[in-house]
């Protein structure tokens, strides 16, 4: 299988391909793997996403229960690990989390909260599938501006989820390939030739984000 993984600011999910799907085909159909999670008290529903929220009461739920309580209680509800990963001016490996609450109530690291939500897409993966996610190929999504400590975080996140081998992929390129492959089904000329409604868009804001050999500062 060919995975592809979304640990979003709101939002994650999974998706996946079987190459032997796609045998007869220019793309294998695209598969969205349902994540059993907590939505009410005592019932468990699969769902497209996993809402990047956990609750902190006893059980600690991920997902669409978690943000559902967060909205009432808001100090114990931690929301946007994935900004914090990527934010310079706070140490992010420190128990900054939830944010809202009083200091000696942050009991989680932007790291730990996201080997949380990592470890409960892999949970799903494997309960439903008959292979460790281990054995087959990752990707994973990460915003262009990233930079390289949220990069190497991101990555110890998902080892420590029991994802130990992984590529990471930014997500305008990945916008970018999703266009092509949209696009080539219907015409692969109109693919090739003509990327700028959406695939110029996402190369140049890829590009954007690279350094400049010419000036290491950009």
Not at 10 to 19: E, F, K, R, V
Not at 110 to 118: D, T
Request: net charge neutral; hydrophobic share 40%.
């Amino acid at each position: 299988m060919k995975i592809g993984i979304d640990l979003g600011t709101t939002n994650s999910a999974l998706s996946y391909i079987d190459p032997r799907e796609g045998e007869d085909l220019d793309f294998p159909p695209i598969h969205i793997l349902p994540i059993p999670q907590q939505v009410a008290p005592g019932r468990v529903e699969p769902l497209k996403t996993l809402p990047s929220f956990l609750f902190l009461d006893d059980t600690q739920p991920v997902g669409a229960y978690a943000r559902e309580q967060g909205a009432l209680i808001p100090t114990k509800l931690v929301h946007s690990a994935k900004s914090w990963l990527s934010n310079p001016n706070v140490d992010r490996t420190a128990k900054i989390l939830p944010w809202d609450s009083p200091e000696g109530a942050r009991v989680l690291s932007p790291v730990e909260v996201s080997v949380r939500f990592l470890s409960k897409i892999r949970e799903a993966w494997e309960a439903a599938q008959s292979s460790p996610i281990v054995e087959h190929d990752i990707v994973l999504t990460v915003p262009a501006s990233f930079d390289e400590e949220a990069r190497e975080l991101t990555v110890q996140a998902a080892e420590q989820a029991g994802i130990p081998k992984l590529t990471l992929l930014e997500e305008p390129a990945a916008a970018f390939y999703s266009w092509i492959a949209n696009n080539f089904a219907r015409s692969p000329q109109a693919a090739l030739r003509r990327p700028d409604r959406a695939g110029v868009r996402c190369r140049r804001r890829y590009q954007r984000f690279q350094p400049d050999p010419r000036n290491p500062r950009r």
